[in-house]
């Protein structure tokens, strides 16, 4: 009864597994920068402060303007890769303002950081930008984001970082 009992519950394990959750598209993010700040080398990496000056937000069900105020605060490895921590605003196309926090991860070679530091256009395939936005909406029409996972892709264009997010399900 024992063994029947274990293959049963690791049966449902297994199953469960093995499902990945579903990623359904949330909205397209283009966000506009200034001039990185750069506080320079610290104990965890060279800290620079990027100020986020505006931008679009657009999705199915969501349309946007995102807001001067913000910024992104990145520590750059000694491995090369960048830690990015982002924090704004965007108001809705209905007057409703959504405050975002956006954690994750850019790396690249050395040169193409190089590149991507110039302004310069590099295709995406040639680093890794990946990270987890955290919507905070007041009650109403968007506050379902408050309860939700999303995760995103990131693209840094010479006048604007594209950011793609997915709700997952």
């Given at each position: ?35 990185a700040l750069i506080v320079g080398e610290t104990p965890h990496g060279t800290r620079r402060i990027i100020p986020i000056i505006g931008g679009t937000v657009e999705g199915p069900k969501i349309k946007g303007e995102i807001l001067n105020g913000g ?99």
């Amino acid at each position: 009864m024992k063994k029947i009992l274990f293959l049963f519950f690791m049966s449902i394990t297994m199953s469960q597994a093995q499902t990945a959750p579903a990623l359904n598209f949330f909205c397209e993010l283009k966000v506009k920068l200034d001039p990185a700040l750069i506080v320079g080398e610290t104990p965890h990496g060279t800290r620079r402060i990027i100020p986020i000056i505006g931008g679009t937000v657009e999705g199915p069900k969501i349309k946007g303007e995102i807001l001067n105020g913000g910024a992104d605060w990145q520590i750059l490895r000694s491995d090369g890769v960048t830690e990015l921590e982002a924090h704004y605003q965007f108001r809705t196309d209905d007057g409703t303002l959504i405050y975002v926090k956006n954690t994750g991860i850019r790396a690249a070679t050395p040169e193409i950081a190089a590149r991507l530091a110039k302004g310069e256009k590099v295709d995406a395939n040639e680093y890794y930008f990946r990270a987890m936005p955290k919507f905070d909406a007041p009650k109403g029409k968007y506050d379902w984001v408050n309860n939700s996972l999303f995760v995103c892709t990131g693209e840094r264009l010479p006048d604007y970082v594209l950011i793609r997010v997915w709700k997952v399900m």
